[in-house]
Every structure is written in structure tokens, then in C-alpha cells.
């Protein structure tokens, strides 16, 4: 039975998902073209509202007029949502026409008896903006390509049960709330009703207008509320399915409740929950630097990634990356580290502005009393003395970077670096790997396998698994395993554009240089591409301009203000 809740509160969520239960039927009744019709209504929607959307993400993040890191709501709010509701419409458009998603998608194998999607890119602006980027979906071990086609689609083809789905959205990326709607829809079949966390409740108005078409369908409602509202909406008996995006505590307290009683029924393992969940929860994320002969400029630019992969969003991030593993006998350790403290300092101050954030900032210093203080973040390099299993078992979700090191070069590095990252740093979700092109080309076959052999739900080669969360076609979840008793980095998978089934992880690469040095890719085997320095870097002094142009350009295309916008990109 659902938890009790007041009467006023109650009511209005009842009448919801009653009307929501008349949607799911509406929604059934839908042909693939009706759908797309209805996914062309949202873009518009989503498209009008872009502007007051990443304004008012950006003011609840108290990040000012004019500052330098605002950009990172367009590309994470609008953007993100924009990429995402084109490659669905994509799909659904290939099955109105009897076609196949996967028709003209590029089909191998990768090791260990896997099949991959070459996913990423599909489209020819994607090559052109995003050159030098790839993607790839791994399957899970023994599934063929003919398996794969045959479930591609997934609801979409073979129409599912349905019913409503209960969204718990996340509180820290304004686009995930949306992503997990537009997937309960599009993979399951199920309409739904998304309780806001509040700290997205400004939003609320924006969300209202991007998802019109949806509410006025039936197919979606938006609540408010804290824990007591999303206590009585998970436990309501008209609700079929929960998804929440969030941290595994408040995943172990829907499933087996909170205090000494649900201790006791996780011991019996007699769950509260009586309906499926799944789950995205986060984790330590490993940054494995592969040791090489890099340039000042390699240094200097390498640094500046991983400082991103810290600090945009200001580490709120469930794919924040936390951990740096660098080698000990690198010969070029220190002067890496000297780039990394520099870009660490000098990236642009913001406020912490997460609920708690304060809080595991202090723990993390309490833990780690020599830890260097660089502006509004830590710096944690662990000596020889020092214990890294704070660092490698909690998930700050705040400015706070560590660094550890293992002995070796080589294989024999990242094949160490690889059952660190497996063994000792809490969750599965994603993974960063480094590697100069003349190392990865020295390490041949070898380092294929290791990447195989990383327990990741998104693997990064020389880009940050982010692009993996913002690039539609790609999956976004933990690596498969985790159950309600052991959830780690959740259950199940988001995005997935492709409505592909059996997935394992997505694997996504970028150029290790940018502009003008990848003019240099054809004499080392590295990856050409038209940035000099991708919009969300923190220390990108056009991001802003830039991630608005993009945005821009995907919503409305126009040559004009693509060229004003790469442009902006060249002075970045």
C-alpha cells in the first residue's frame, strides 16, 4: 500500500496517475508515425524553450551573468535533449518504414565473443562538429549480429505491457529528468509521472513547456515534492515500474526501507518494493593515464581534461572522474602533475551548490589533512603512507581529485591500472583512459583486451565518458551485474537511441590533440579534428558562445550562425 501522506497531497497524485493510465492506452494505440509526429511536437517545444532553459538552470546553479562556465547548461540541458529527441525520431522513422534501426550501421565484433555497434557518428554534421569522436555499443558476450537486429527496436517493435513508470529525476544534469521520460516511453512502452528532485523545482515551468505535447497527451504529469512524495509514489500499487537516477542509499531505502527494519528485511531479503527498479547511482570514476612520450603541450592540454573531468558542474557529476592512476616510473610524472595542480587552481571559481556538497568536502579534508587547498577544491595525491581508501570507496560528488600511483610502464601499467580501477574504486560506471596514439599504436592488440577487460558501463579512450552520457545513440548505465541486494552503480540502461537490447557498455573515443596539432594525425596514427579545445573543457574561454551556437545550430540548422559559431570555437 502507498506510504501515508495528507489528504491534499495525496489526492492530486492519485488523479494523475489515473490519467496517466488513460494515456497508456492512447499511447498504445499509436502507430510508429504517429509517434514520430508526436516526438517532432516535443522538438519544437524543447527548441522554443531553450533559451529560459539553460538561463534558469545556470541561475539555480548560482553561477552569474557572464560567467565563464554557463555554457555547461546549454550543452547539458537543451543540447543534450535536442541530440537525443533527433535520434529517437530517427529510429522510430526507420520502423514506420519497415525498416531496421540498425540499417546501414556498421556491425563487427569486439573481444571476447562480443558484438559492437558502431554507433557514433550517424549523422554528417556529427562527423563534421564532432570529428575525430566515435562510438561504439559492446554487446553483451555471445549475442550475434542477427540478435542484435532482431531486438533492435525493443517496445517499439514488440509492444510491451505498459502501464506507468514512476521517474525519480536527479537533482544535478537539468537534461537527465527528460532522458529517462523520453526512455520509459520509447524502450518500455510506459507513460510516466516524474517527481522533480528539488533542486530542479525552478524548472519546473521550463519542463512544462519543453514536454507540452507529452502532458497534453496524457503520456506525462511532473510532481514536486520531497521524500514523502516520492515514498507514497513508489509504493502506490497503479505504478508499474521505478526508475531514479541518484545515490545508492536512497536506492537501498526505496527497496528495503530505512532504520532497524529494513536492515532486517535486507537480511531476509524480503524487499518493500514489490515492482521492478532500475537505477543509475554513480561511482568512483578512474582517470588511467597510459604512460608516453608526450609534448609540453600534451601535458598541458591532458591536464586540462582531466581538470574538466573534475570540475565542470562543479563535480556534481555522477561520472565525475575522481581518480587519476598515474605510473610511478613515468619519467614525465612530475611535470604532469606540475600541469595538472596549474590546471586544477586556475580553472574558473564557482560556488558549491549541491545539497551536502560542503559536508563530504569536509570529510574529504578530515581524511586527507595534507590534501593541496587550490581555490575551492582539493587536491589529494596519495604517497607511499598514505591510505586511498576513502578516496577510492566514496563518491564526493564535490571538487575533490585524487591521484594515486602504481609501479610499471607499458602493458604492465595498464594491465595493473585496469584491476585497480576493477578492484578497488567503488561503482561501474564509467572510465577515462589517456593514451598518446604512438603508445596505443606500440601496445597494438594488447591494449584492445584491456579495454575489454575494464567492468564499465561507459569506457572513455582520450575523451571523458560525459560525451558517452550527451551522445544519443550511445548507452548510459552501470556495467551489467547489479542486483537489488548489490546494486553498485545501478540496474539497467538509459539513452540508447537505438533501442538496442543485450548491451554490455559503450565505448567512446576522441583525438588526443586538438587543432591545429591533430593537422598532425596522418604521421602518428592520432585522430584529426576541427576543435582546438572542446566547449565543455572548464578552461575554454568561448565555451559559453560556443555550447549556445551549438545548440542553436541543432535546434534550427542555419549556415550563417554554424560558421559565426566554429568561429567562437577557434578562439576557445
Known amino acids: 500500500m502507498p506510504t501515508a501522506l495528507a489528504e491534499d497531497l495525496r489526492a492530486p497524485l492519485d488523479a494523475a496517475i489515473a490519467e496517466l493510465e488513460t494515456g497508456s492506452g492512447s499511447w498504445a494505440a499509436m502507430s510508429p ?207 508499474a515500474h521505478v526508475h531514479i537516477t541518484g545515490s545508492a542509499p536512497t536506492f537501498d531505502a526505496i527497496v528495503w526501507g530505512t532504520g532497524a527494519a529494513g536492515k532486517r528485511r535486507r537480511r531476509e531479503n524480503r524487499p518493500q518494493l514489490k515492482k521492478p527498479i532500475t537505477a543509475e547511482l554513480g561511482g568512483v570514476s578512474p582517470i588511467i593515464v597510459v604512460p608516453g612520450e608526450w609534448s609540453e603541450a600534451d601535458l598541458r592540454y591532458q591536464a586540462e581534461h582531466v581538470a574538466t573531468m573534475r570540475l565542470q558542474n562543479c563535480g556534481h557529476n555522477c561520472i565525475a572522474g575522481q581518480v587519476v592512476i598515474l605510473s610511478a616510473d613515468w619519467p614525465q610524472r612530475a611535470q604532469f602533475l606540475t600541469e595538472l595542480r596549474r590546471a586544477y587552481a586556475t580553472a574558473p571559481e564557482r560556488p558549491l551548490w549541491y545539497p551536502h556538497a560542503d ?76 593514451v598518446d596514439p604512438a603508445t596505443e599504436h606500440a601496445l597494438g592488440d594488447d591494449f584492445t583486451r584491456a579495454i575489454a577487460e575494464l567492468r564499465y558501463g561507459s569506457i572513455a579512450i582520450n575523451t571523458w565518458t560525459a560525451f558517452g552520457f550527451i551522445a544519443p545513440t550511445m548507452t548510459w548505465g552501470a556495467f551489467p551485474g547489479g542486483t537489488i541486494a548489490d546494486v553498485g552503480s545501478g540496474i539497467g540502461v538509459v539513452h540508447n537511441a537505438l533501442l538496442l537490447g543485450d548491451v554490455e557498455r559503450s565505448v567512446v573515443r576522441g583525438p588526443f590533440r586538438p587543432l591545429p596539432r591533430s593537422l598532425g594525425a596522418w604521421r602518428d596514427g592520432g585522430r584529426f579534428t576541427i576543435l582546438p579545445k572542446p566547449p565543455w573543457f572548464v578552461s575554454s574561454r568561448t565555451g559559453t558562445e560556443v555550447s549556445e551556437g551549438l545548440t542553436r545550430f541543432r535546434a534550427r540548422g542555419g549556415v550563417l550562425a554554424l560558421m559565426r559559431t566554429l568561429i567562437q570555437a577557434m578562439r576557445a
Open 359 to 434: 559536508e563530504r568536502m569536509r570529510q574529504a579534508a578530515e581524511s586527507y589533512p595534507d590534501a593541496l587547498v587550490l581555490a575551492d577544491r582539493l587536491l589529494v595525491e596519495i604517497g607511499p603512507d598514505d591510505d586511498p581508501s576513502a578516496l577510492e570507496n566514496t563518491e564526493y560528488f564535490a571538487p575533490v581529485l585524487g591521484v594515486v600511483s602504481l609501479p610499471g610502464s607499458g602493458q604492465g601499467f595498464l594491465d595493473a591500472a585496469v584491476s585497480h580501477a576493477n578492484d578497488r574504486l567503488q561503482g561501474t560506471l564509467g572510465a577515462n583512459v589517456l
Open 33 to 239: 508515425a504517429q509517434r514520430v509526429t508526436l516526438l517532432r511536437g516535443v522538438r519544437r517545444s524543447v527548441a522554443g524553450v531553450s533559451r529560459k532553459w539553460a538561463r534558469v538552470a545556470a541561475d539555480s546553479k548560482q553561477l552569474p551573468a557572464g560567467h565563464p562556465l554557463r555554457g555547461e547548461e546549454w550543452l547539458s540541458g537543451p543540447y543534450g535533449t535536442l541530440g537525443a529527441l533527433d535520434a529517437y525520431i530517427e529510429t522510430l522513422d526507420r520502423l514506420a518504414e519497415g525498416r531496421n534501426p540498425l540499417d546501414g550501421v556498421r556491425i563487427d565484433s569486439a573481444p571476447g565473443d562480443r558484438t559492437r555497434i558502431h554507433a557514433f557518428p550517424l549523422t554528417a554534421s556529427d562527423r563534421i562538429l564532432l570529428s575525430g569522436f566515435t562510438g561504439e555499443v559492446w554487446l553483451r558476450p555471445g549475442t550475434t549480429p542477427g540478435d542484435a537486429r532482431a531486438r533492435a527496436g525493443l517496445a517499439q517493435r514488440r509492444p510491451a505491457e505498459g502501464g506507468v513508470g514512476l521517474v525519480l529525476g536527479a537533482g544535478n544534469v537539468t537534461s537527465i529528468p527528460v532522458l529517462d521520460v523520453l526512455y520509459e516511453l520509447l524502450a518500455h512502452d510506459r507513460v510516466a509521472i516524474l517527481k522533480l528532485n528539488p533542486t530542479q523545482d525552478p524548472l519546473l515551468p521550463v519542463f512544462e513547456k519543453a514536454l507540452a505535447p507529452l502532458m497534453a497527451a496524457g503520456l506525462l504529469r511532473i510532481v514536486r515534492g520531497g521524500g514523502d512524495v516520492g515514498a507514497y509514489l513508489t509504493g502506490h500499487p497503479r505504478i
